[in-house]
């Protein structure tokens, strides 16, 4: 028994090693705690952690990373200790700025971001350790980095089209208009009447980015396949929480 126990556990670790040598797709996991698949990303692309369950690789060079220990098998059969990455701290909030999370599942305390911190891409909501600052100021919503990014709401092609996607520009935004009533945010155009201002849907993609759209529709009807109804909050504490 002992030595089949030994010969499983080889095949185990020899299967493990020829996935941890293959390479993720572009956006694709590459590690976290448990993870057993590529840890390799494409040339010109890194592996950044997201929690310490996820990473992701991701364009560019890696972001900081803290180390956690977690549980594992040794080949005595005994239970032994590795580690692993855990997400980096969020930055302190900048004073006038605001985090934007939404509060619903499935996506409960997921935070407004670029797909890539701080980059033109579009809009998503990930996790707490990636939060972006924002502020609202004169209709734009600018998300705090180096130069300032700003939401942008693409134009609807026609009347039957009931979710817009949000993306990031360099470049103001020369249509439509954010608010906040109460902590919610909102969106509002003159040639769209839309039945809630502050509805909004987080639809993954076939990378599992979660894309924010503006809802055009009524809040929790006819939700898109897929999709979530979410409405999106300003908070102010000092870091972004989980």
Not at 138 to 144: D, F, K, Y
Request: aromatic share 12%; net charge negative; with cysteine.
């Amino acid at each position: 028994m002992a030595k089949l126990y030994k010969i499983f556990i080889t095949v185990a670790l020899t299967f493990a090693y020829v996935n941890a040598q293959s390479t993720a797709s572009q956006y694709g996991q590459c590690g976290g705690i448990g993870w057993a698949g590529a840890t390799l990303c494409p040339s010109g692309w890194s592996c950044n952690v997201v929690n310490a369950y996820y990473s992701q690789c991701l364009p560019g060079g890696a972001t900081g990373t803290a180390t956690v220990t977690s549980s594992s098998v040794s080949t005595s059969g005994s239970t032994g200790t590795s580690t692993a990455t855990a997400p980096v701290a969020t930055s302190t909030l900048l004073p006038g700025n605001s985090f934007i999370r939404s509060v619903e599942d499935p996506y409960f305390h997921y935070y407004l971001q670029s797909i890539t911190p701080g980059n033109v891409t579009a809009a998503i909501m990930g996790s707490y350790t990636s939060a972006a600052q924002f502020q609202v100021t004169g209709g734009q919503l600018i998300q705090e980095s180096t130069p300032p990014l700003y939401a942008i709401v693409e134009d609807r092609a026609n009347s039957t089209v009931m979710q817009l996607g949000v993306s990031w520009s360099d470049t103001p935004a020369t249509s439509g208009t954010f608010d906040f009533s109460g902590d919610t945010i909102e969106w509002s155009i003159p040639t769209i009447d839309r039945p809630q201002l502050n509805a909004w849907l987080v639809c993954p993609d076939s990378d599992g980015n979660n894309l924010l759209f503006v809802n055009l529709g009524y809040y929790d009807y006819e939700t898109p396949t897929g999709c979530a109804d979410e409405t999106i909050h300003f908070y102010t504490g000092a870091t972004a929480v989980p």
